[in-house]
C-alpha cells in the first residue's frame, strides 16, 4: 500500500511569514496526527482527527497553529504567523481504527515530515 | 502526566556487542508501549510493541511495572542497528502517542 504523503519536503521561511504544509494518509486510515519534532527532541503531537472532526488539539498553539481535515482525508497544517521557534520538522500520521486485532489499530504509519526553517 | 525517559542521547557499539537502550515511563494507568525506530533517509517507524511479545529484527523488550521500564535489547548488535530509537507510550484514552527524546544507537565494525 501507498505511505503516508506530505509535502513540500522542506520550507525555509521568514519569521511573521505564513506556511501551509499538506498531508494525505493512508487509504481508508480514519485517524491523522500532526506532530512536531524539534531538533533533539521527540515527536510531540499536535493535532490528532479522527475523520474529520478533532480528537485532540491540546497541545496546539491556537494562537498561529491551525489544521483542517475537511472531506477526512487530506489534511492541511497552517502556521500563521511563524516564529523562530517554530523551526522544526513536521510529521504527519495516520491509522486504521477499523482492525479488529488490537494492538493492529495502534500501529501509526509516518510521513516523510516537512522540514521547516524560520529565519 | 505521561512521560518517557530515555537517558542515553547516543549509544555506541561494537558489531556483535550486546545493545540495550533504556525507556522508563511513567503512566497513571495500565501502559501500551511501543519502540519506533527511524533509519537514515527513512521514515519513523514501528519497531515492536510490549502487547505482542515479539521479536523484531533480533531486539526484544520486556515490560517492567515494577520498574516503569521498557528496555529495548539485542544481544548482537548488527551495523544495520544504527539508527534513531524512540520509545514511546501509548494515552489509552486518548489514543495518543507520547515519545521520549530517542537514542541515536551506533554500532562500528
Known amino acids: 500500500e501507498a505511505g503516508v504523503a506530505q509535502s513540500p519536503r522542506y520550507k525555509i521561511i521568514e519569521k511573521r511569514q505564513s506556511v501551509a504544509f499538506w498531508c494525505n494518509p493512508i487509504s481508508g486510515h480514519a485517524t491523522l496526527y500532526w506532530y512536531q519534532q524539534i531538533l533533539g527532541q521527540g515527536p510531540k503531537l499536535l493535532i490528532q482527527f479522527q475523520n474529520n472532526g478533532v480528537v485532540d488539539d491540546s497541545q496546539l498553539p491556537k494562537d498561529r497553529f491551525s489544521a483542517e481535515r475537511l472531506k477526512g482525508v487530506d489534511s492541511t497544517l497552517k502556521i500563521q504567523p511563524a516564529k523562530l521557534e517554530d523551526s522544526a520538522v513536521y510529521l504527519c500520521a495516520s491509522s486504521s481504527l477499523a482492525g479488529v486485532s488490537f494492538p493492529s489499530s495502534y500501529e501509526q504509519y509516518f510521513g516523510p515530515g516537512t522540514r521547516l526553517t524560520v529565519t | 502526566a505521561q512521560r518517557v525517559t530515555q537517558p542515553e542521547k547516543l549509544l555506541s557499539v561494537f558489531k556483535g556487542a550486546p545493545v540495550e537502550l533504556k525507556c522508563n515511563y511513567s503512566?497513571?494507568?495500565?501502559?501500551?508501549l511501543f519502540w519506533y525506530v527511524q533509519y537514515s533517509r527513512q521514515r519513523l517507524q514501528l519497531l515492536l510493541r510490549?502487547?505482542s511479545r515479539e521479536s523484531i529484527k533480533g531486539f526484544t523488550a520486556d515490560l517492567n511495572k515494577g520498574e516503569t521500564s521498557f528496555h529495548l535489547k539485542k544481544p548482537f548488535a548488527q551495523e544495520e542497528d544504527s539508527a534513531m530509537y524512540y520509545c514511546?507510550?501509548?494515552?489509552?484514552?486518548?489514543?495518543?502517542?507520547?515519545f521520549g527524546t530517542g537514542t541515536r544507537l551506533l554500532v562500528s565494525p
Open positions: 503512566y497513571s494507568g495500565s501502559p501500551e
Open positions: 510490549h502487547i
Open positions: 514511546a507510550l501509548m494515552d489509552t484514552g486518548f489514543q495518543k502517542l507520547v
